[in-house]
Nanobody
Framework: VQLQASGGGLVQAGGSLRLSCTAS????????VAWFRQTPGMERVFVSG????????FYADSVKGRFTISRDGAENTVSLQMNSLSPEDTAVYYC???????????????????WGQGTLVTVSS
């Protein structure tokens, strides 16, 4: 499965953006899907994840209450609604997918087999 991340852009602090991760060559059925973000010189950091059954969602403490991850009914798109953005949210955001992840592994970047190309989110102060 190939992943395409989209929706990044420039927004003022306090604003919102919606990122989308779309699968091609397959669907997200039976996959865990997550968003990570990365700033220059730093490792990718977990932001949010969702099991395809939709019953489990996860958030980094830094985004809890501001970001919402969701899946669509067509099973090939996962979205990340980002509200109340701050300059600290500026990063390249990557979506990732993996099959068969146990819940405790969902926050680990090394457990994901498929990655999108990244989309840049810039939040100005």
């Amino acid at each position: 499965v190939q992943l395409q991340a989209s929706g990044g852009g420039l927004v003022q602090a306090g604003g919102s953006l919606r990122l989308s991760c779309t699968a091609s060559g397959g669907t997200f059925r039976d996959y865990a899907v997550a968003w990570f973000r990365q700033t220059p010189g730093m490792e990718r950091v977990f932001v949010s994840g969702i099991r395809w059954n939709g019953r489990h969602t996860f958030y980094a403490d830094s985004v809890k209450g501001r970001f919402t991850i969701s899946r669509d009914g067509a099973e090939n798109t996962v979205s990340l609604q980002m509200n109340s953005l701050s300059p600290e949210d500026t990063a390249v955001y990557y979506c990732a997918a993996a099959r068969g992840l146990i819940l405790s592994s969902m926050r680990r970047a090394d457990m994901y087999h498929y990655w999108g190309q990244g989309t840049l989110v810039t939040v100005s102060s």
